[in-house]
């Protein structure tokens, strides 16, 4: 074969190669959300999957709705400790940290968002569990607060950089001091980010589970306590998947459907929020 | 006038009288037998062996329908797990199917700061996978148990395994053992066994809650091991035999002591416990146990709790809990496959769970 | 008018006036707070090392270095060594990246790309975000029920009666095992992988590209001659980072592994990571010195992915001069 020929060929023999990857890429999504939904819907449709607790072997029926109040809640503390905090720590980046301490929290930050999520696990039956004798939720949102901080300060962070200066300077202009131009100027500019971000991570927060192992503990009666242990989605997917029962397994199906429609509407919820934002 | 007054406060005495200390009894009107204490509002954690799960599931719930001012969160965890979140205090109550063993003791401050109390009495199936052949036919004796779990009985047509089941048309497939990768109660009892019938085991491997396996993928908790069986053909494991049981699993038929095939159930560990009259937190093995209906790999599950506790209120209903538990919660295990406790036993519990107490008060009051 | 025109200007007043004091106090009261946020951080930071350091050290001080060369795990003779828990680490790790790179630089090729076939580039960008979001417990579940039976029945099997040559493929496979957890890596890898080569490969001047093609590379040669060698080092870091996730992942890993603290050439055989190991026996390790084991192991762990991901965030940062959009 001449010489222009075999580059040819070359040419799109790579380009067939590359479209078979995209192809390849694709699968896996695809077959996930297949089964998920096909093994998962029948127990969602099953009556009481939503309202009962789950029924010891023997006892018919039952459902995950110690689990759906356990997650919202664990998620909802953690939330609510790690959302004020981790915006204000992305303001003080961009308003006041370009300089060694503001790289030292940046860095940090890097640091958490790379750790094996067990370790969060690891934070809070030390810092909590020990300290207070007692699994419970709330020792749960500490360590989720901990895998959510990061991820909603920077994009506090990033939000607030794009802000254009020119905001900043045409408000301090205006004789407004510098804390007011932040609060009611910057910040709501930058909102659509940080709300963006705040429910990335939390949905993010929902769906984890090695966090939880040691800390919720679980709890297979309904439990609003905080200081009590409390079942979540995520644990019983887990718990459920290596039970033998294939009543339980036929719940872990529906309750990791259902942590995904969880998942996937927080983050459509959030890239709508963007766009209307924008607007 | 006088008189309705007198009559008024005497019925009003008789009333305080009724309603006071605390812990009311209420007669059991489906037993007949001892009252039940009423307990204080409590929500109780407890964390343990999966041995058991099944009754204490079925029993927590039971208790909270009759007693709807205490909730009951239990855990299966694993032996090994329960006992070291009892000795971290962040659980009431720990489960394990094995007695705090020195180590333990020490480590939570001396084994006369707990007390332990024997809840029920099951035993342990070897539990299989195997295209055509059904539950019961296969016949295992503690040597080729030995040898599968060692490793050195590799695929099902083994010479070894086929002199018992002659019968069989074992494949030429590969055993594959299923394991506990948990610290688990039920892996000592069965270990406890092989130690007992095999030589080479004892100096292979030994007893305990966490052993050096030799062969075999590990799982997690009785469950785990239950679900990995059923879904890996070729598969075999102990699983205790509730599990067996409920999900319909295959087990083989076991040559106990006496040399007799016995197919585990109730009324086997019943057999083998009541070979075993002293049995205490210090002595509570009961595998191998003589007799010819004796299900070989039998064992008690314990529960274990701080002899003060702290909480006056909590431990209150913690121990009107464990009485409930030996005495009228037995039915529940009964339907579950496990054996009645036997009632020396329940009377030693009783006897030990008196001992509990908050401060200088005693908390559990009950005539027997 | 005022005080500018007097011959002597009067001192400011030494009473601070309202005005004055309210924006004094304002700006100060809100930077202390956030200067107290950042330092939660920080001190969280601190905390995190205590809370793994300080449990560590009985198991640290006991078995020192030769740690990280033992084969032990036992819990009755309380002798550890990690050493198969790092190399079911590395092995799966391994694995992961192996399948994700080549997959995912070219699904990134593919979205970078200015121009050809525009149909999939949505979809597909789409479909791996989707992926990314999806929680590793849910991916275990389908890996533990779907993934194992198939390749227990088909591919391991198959993998062994093509390439049963090499001691990778030998041995019977019960369908948990190194390679069923790094197909489940790769899958969770993928989004981070593609993301991230897709921002390296943009980043890539157009010009360098066009000039390429203008001297009349086909895209083919431009991508092997010109593109890749420029992004050299960016991909270094995705790969990097891809790296770091896969190290760290727990939950899925667990469920397939077959948690068996053993070394072995098959790769259809049971093994043990790092995160499973901590995972399983957490709740149930008895005294200082195993519970410390754990949390060497822990400390292992975490300084790896940390050292990972900083070398990682270096090379992506340098290269493309902007954060990484992927966590």
Not at chain 1, 179 to 187: G, N
Not at chain 2, 105 to 122: C, F, H, N
Not at chain 2, 323 to 344: I, M
């Amino acid at each position: 074969m001449s010489r222009p020929l075999v580059r040819i060929f070359v040419d799109r023999l790579v380009a067939a190669l590359i479209a078979l990857c995209v192809v390849v890429a694709v699968i896996p999504i695809l077959v996930l959300l297949l089964f998920v939904v096909v093994k998962g819907l029948p127990g969602l449709l099953t009556p009481g999957f939503f309202t009962d607790p789950p029924h010891p072997q023997g006892v018919p029926g039952g459902g995950v709705l110690n689990a759906i109040i356990g997650t919202l809640e664990i998620v909802g503390v953690a939330s609510l400790m790690a959302v004020p905090i981790g915006a204000l720590i992305g303001i003080f980046l961009s308003e006041y940290g370009r300089n060694q301490v503001g790289d030292t929290v940046r860095f940090i930050s890097d640091v958490l968002t790379g750790l094996p999520s067990i370790a969060f696990g690891i934070f809070g039956y030390t810092v909590v569990v020990l300290t207070t004798h007692h699994f419970s939720a709330i020792s749960a949102s500490v360590a989720l607060a901990v895998l959510m901080l990061p991820v909603i300060l920077r994009a506090t962070e990033s939000a607030l950089t794009l802000v254009p200066q020119a905001l900043r300077e045409a408000g301090l202009a205006l004789g407004a001091p510098r804390w007011r131009v932040t609060l009611e100027i910057v910040v709501p500019a930058a909102l659509g980010g940080i709300v963006t971000g705040a429910l990335l991570a939390m949905a993010r927060a929902a769906g984890e589970t090695a966090p939880l192992l040691f800390t919720a503990f679980g709890n297979d009666l309904v439990q609003t306590n905080p200081l009590q242990p409390m079942g979540a989605l995520a644990l019983t997917v887990f718990r459920n998947a290596l039970s033998p029962y294939p009543n339980l397994q036929d719940q872990a199906w529906a309750a990791a459907l259902l942590l995904v429609l969880l998942v996937a509407s927080v983050n459509i919820l959030a890239r709508a929020y963007v766009r209307r934002i924008q607007r | 006038m006088k008189r309705i007054l007198v009559a008024v406060s005497v019925a009003a005495g008789v009333l305080l009288a009724a309603c006071g200390g605390n812990t009311t009894a209420v007669t059991n009107p489906s037993t007949g037998g001892p009252t039940m204490p009423i307990p204080p509002q409590a929500a109780l954690i407890g964390a343990g062996a999966t041995f058991p799960k099944p009754f204490y599931d079925a029993a927590t719930y039971a208790y909270n329908l009759k007693f709807s001012q205490v909730s009951i969160n239990y855990q299966g965890v694993g032996s090994g797990a329960g006992i070291q979140q009892l000795t971290k205090k962040t659980v009431d109550f720990g489960a394990s199917d094995v007695p705090l063993k020195p180590s333990e003791a020490a480590a939570i401050g001396g084994s006369d700061k707990v007390v332990q109390i024997a809840t029920t009495l099951g035993t342990e199936s070897l539990a299989y996978n195997l295209q055509g052949i059904s539950g019961g036919q296969l016949k295992l004796t503690p040597d080729t148990i030995a040898g599968i779990f060692l490793g050195t009985i590799k695929k099902w047509n083994d010479p070894a395994l086929k002199t018992d089941n002659g019968s069989l048309n074992l494949p030429d497939q590969d055993i594959r053992v299923v394991h506990r990768s948990d610290g688990s109660g039920t892996t000592y009892i069965f270990t406890d066994y092989l130690s007992t019938v095999s030589a080479d085991w004892a100096s292979k491997v030994g007893t305990g809650k966490s052993v050096s396996w030799p062969v075999g993928d590990g799982a997690s908790g009785n469950g785990g091991v239950a679900s990995r069986i059923t879904q890996t053909p070729g598969a075999i494991g102990y699983v205790e035999l509730a599990y067996v049981l409920q999900t319909k699993m295959m087990q083989a038929a076991l040559k106990n002591h006496d040399g007799n095939f016995v197919i585990p159930s109730a009324a086997g560990a019943t057999a083998a416990a009541n070979r075993f009259i002293g049995t205490s937190p210090s002595q509570f093995s009961i595998v191998d146990a003589p007799g010819n209906d004796s299900a070989p790999i039998s064992g008690y599950s314990w529960i274990m709790l701080y002899k003060d506790q702290s909480d006056k209120t909590k431990g209150t209903a913690l121990v009107d809990f464990l009485y409930w538990l030996v005495t009228d919660g037995q039915q529940y295990a009964v339907n579950l496959h496990y054996a009645k406790l036997p009632s020396r036993m329940a009377s030693y519990d009783i006897f030990v769970l008196k001992d509990v107490s908050s401060g200088r008060s005693a908390l559990l009051s009950v005539s027997s | 008018m005022g005080q500018g025109t007097a011959e002597r200007v009067a001192p400011p007043p030494l009473v601070v006036t309202r005005r004055q004091r309210r924006r004094i106090s304002g700006d100060g009261v809100f930077r202390a707070i956030a200067v107290a946020a950042a330092a939660l951080i920080l001190l969280i930071a601190v905390i995190f090392v205590v809370a793994l350091v300080i449990p560590a050290l009985p198991a640290v001080t006991r078995f020192g270095l030769g740690f990280f060369t033992s084969r032990t795990w036992d819990p009755v003779k309380t002798q550890f060594g990690a050493l198969a828990a790092i190399y079911g680490t590395v092995v799966t790790s391994a694995i992961a990246l192996l399948i994700a790179f080549p997959i995912g630089l070219a699904a990134a090729l593919y979205l970078a790309e200015e121009s050809g076939l525009r149909l999939l580039r949505g979809p597909l960008s789409f479909a791996i975000e989707l992926l990314a979001g999806i929680p590793s417990v849910v991916i275990g579940l389908w890996a533990f029920f779907i993934l194992t039976p198939l390749m227990r029945d088909k591919v391991d099997p198959f993998l062994n009666h093509t390439l049963g040559f090499l001691p990778l493929f030998r041995g019977s496979a019960s369908g948990y095992g190194y390679l069923t957890a790094g197909l489940v890596l790769a899958i969770m890898v993928l989004p981070i992988m593609i993301a991230l080569s897709r921002d390296v490969i943009r980043a890539v001047p157009r010009a360098l590209r066009e000039a390429s093609l203008a001297l009349g590379a086909t895209n083919a040669e431009t991508i092997w001659s010109v593109i890749l060698p420029y992004a050299r080092v960016g991909i270094t870091g995705a790969v990097l980072l891809s790296l770091g996730r896969a190290l760290g992942e727990t939950i899925a890993v667990t469920m397939v592994i077959g948690n068996r603290n053993e070394i072995s050439a098959s790769l259809f055989a049971s093994g043990y990571t790092l995160p499973s190991v901590i995972a399983n026996e957490f709740t149930e390790a008895v005294g200082n010195v195993y519970l410390g084991a754990l949390f060497y192991l822990g400390l292992v762990l975490v300084l790896i992915t940390i050292t990972v991901n900083v070398l990682a965030r270096l090379l992506v940062w340098r290269f493309t001069g902007s954060e990484p959009t992927a966590a």
